[in-house]
Each structure stands twice: as structure tokens, then as C-alpha cells.
Nanobody, 115 residues
Framework: QVQLVESGGGLVQAGGSLRLSCAASGNILRFNAMGWYRQAPGKQRELVATITSVGITNYVDSVKGRFTISRDIAKNTVYLQLNSLKPEDTAVYYC?????????WGQGTQVTVSS
């Protein structure tokens, strides 16, 4: 059973920063990729950033240059550094781990950016 536990969300003013963490149960390299998604009220869940097992990263255009996905393999943890936050970044952020046949989700962490 894969468990993903997110932390680090909160309330921040526009222009501020947060760092989200996703701690996985077990070796994260067994996943093809891990990533962060977000879902704002009334909107569909969208991909924010991913990192593959070989370390290739990808970002949605709206966060490029502001957000950074990284990982600590020894700690089985993936991070999302959020800088220059905007009110439109407000959402529940979810961690995802994807293997060949399965996809796993964390419980989500709320990020609220005030103007």
C-alpha cells in the first residue's frame, strides 16, 4: 500500500513563498514519475509539475520560473517550492505517484494566497 503525505501548505500573501513536501512510503524511484497537481474551487484538477525517475522535470506554463519541483531520494520525499505566489495559485495541492499500472494520491494540502 502506497501512502503519500503532503505538508507545507498555508496562507501567504501575494509575492510570498511556500515549500510543499510529499513523503512517500518506500523508495520513490520505484515510480515512473511523481508530481504535484492542484484543484481550485469549481475547477478541474490540473497538473502543476512532475519529476521522472531519472530526474526530468516538467511544469505547466503558468508556474514556469516560479515553482520548482525537487526530490530527496534518501528521504523518499518530493518537494514543490512555490515562489512569487499569486492569488490564482490558491488551490488544494495534491501529490501524485505514478507507476506502470497504478496512480496514487495524497490527501492534499491547502495553499491560499491573499492579494
Amino acid at each position: 500500500q502506497v501512502q503519500l503525505v503532503e505538508s507545507g501548505g498555508g496562507l501567504v500573501q501575494a509575492g510570498g513563498s511556500l515549500r510543499l513536501s510529499c513523503a512517500a512510503s518506500g523508495n520513490i524511484l520505484r515510480f515512473n514519475a511523481m508530481g504535484w497537481y492542484r484543484q481550485a474551487p469549481g475547477k478541474q484538477r490540473e497538473l502543476v509539475a512532475t519529476i521522472t525517475s531519472v530526474g526530468i522535470t516538467n511544469y505547466v506554463d503558468s508556474v514556469k520560473g516560479r515553482f520548482t519541483i525537487s526530490r530527496d531520494i534518501a528521504k523518499n520525499t518530493v518537494y514543490l517550492q512555490l515562489n512569487s505566489l499569486k492569488p490564482e495559485d490558491t488551490a488544494v495541492y495534491y501529490c501524485n505517484a505514478r507507476s506502470t499500472f497504478d496512480s496514487y494520491w495524497g490527501q492534499g494540502t491547502q495553499v491560499t494566497v491573499s492579494s
